[in-house]
T-cell receptor, first 113, second 112 residues
Framework: DTEVTQTPKHLVMGMTNKKSLKCEQH?????MYWYKQKAKKPPELMFV???????INESVPSRFSPECPNSSLLNLHLHALQPEDSALYLC????????????FGQGTRLTVV | LAKTTQPISMDSYEGQEVNITCSHN???????ITWYQQFPSQGPRFIIQ???TKVTNEVASLFIPADRKSSTLSLPRVSLSDTAVYYC?????????????FGAGTRLAVHP
């Protein structure tokens, strides 16, 4: 199984809503990532978890709250988002070692209204 | 992290070989060079990775000169399905994860 599964595939939420994005992998990877991608732009790194500990937070606003409950799951909790936060949110995972091949999920298309 | 520079876009025709060059003048000694491909509304997909000289796999080749200040991704005999954005990333292995920073990428269009 070389898949990273993200749910939901699409999400529309209001600016006062609270929602969560979920990412799951069963490849035994101990590094997991969240990226944000706007149309026709490259993915922007948001967070990196290594061995279930937050290793990188790229100065992301606190309305985005990551969580890594175990080695297979990664969540992104969303609260009080703005319309400019509408984007494709990508999750990725990689082995915690010499292999840098990262596997990406299909993403969650988020629209904030 | 080393900054990368790639052409913004390229055009090719089916059956041709395509070479996309990436410049990374301040690459560090322990940096590796990795290429990803991305189709619209999908996550990026790993293509190839190398440290020096030449690496080849079933889909592409990666050429890295001795000074490692640039690298070239070679796609043999492209087809319409190779139309995508190609990203060059440069970074080290460290701390149990890899800080994968994407540059602007090269938008490749393959024409019939």
């Amino acid at each position: 199984d070389t898949e990273v599964t993200q749910t939901p595939k699409h999400l529309v939420m209001g600016m006062t809503n609270k929602k969560s994005l979920k990412c799951e992998q069963h490849m035994g990877h101990r590094a997991m990532y969240w990226y944000k991608q706007k149309a026709k732009k490259p993915p922007e790194l948001m967070f990196v978890y290594s061995y279930e500990k937050l290793s990188i937070n790229e100065s992301v606003p606190s309305r985005f709250s990551p969580e890594c409950p175990n080695s297979s799951l990664l969540n992104l909790h969303l609260h009080a988002l703005q319309p400019e936060d509408s984007a494709l949110y990508l999750c990725a995972s990689s082995q915690a070692g010499e292999n840098t091949e990262a596997f990406f999920g299909q993403g969650t298309r988020l629209t904030v209204v | 992290l080393a900054k990368t520079t790639q052409p913004i876009s390229m055009d090719s025709y089916e059956g041709q070989e395509v070479n996309i060059t990436c410049s990374h003048n301040n690459i560090a000694t322990n940096d590796y060079i990795t290429w990803y491909q991305q189709f619209p509304s999908q996550g990026p997909r790993f293509i190839i990775q190398g440290y020096k000289t030449k690496v080849t796999n079933e889909v592409a080749s990666l050429f890295i000169p001795a000074d490692r200040k640039s690298s070239t991704l070679s796609l043999p005999r492209v087809s319409l399905s190779d139309t995508a954005v190609y990203y060059c990333l440069v970074g080290p292995f460290s701390g149990g994860y890899n800080k994968l920073i994407f540059g602007a990428g090269t938008r490749l269009a393959v024409h019939p």
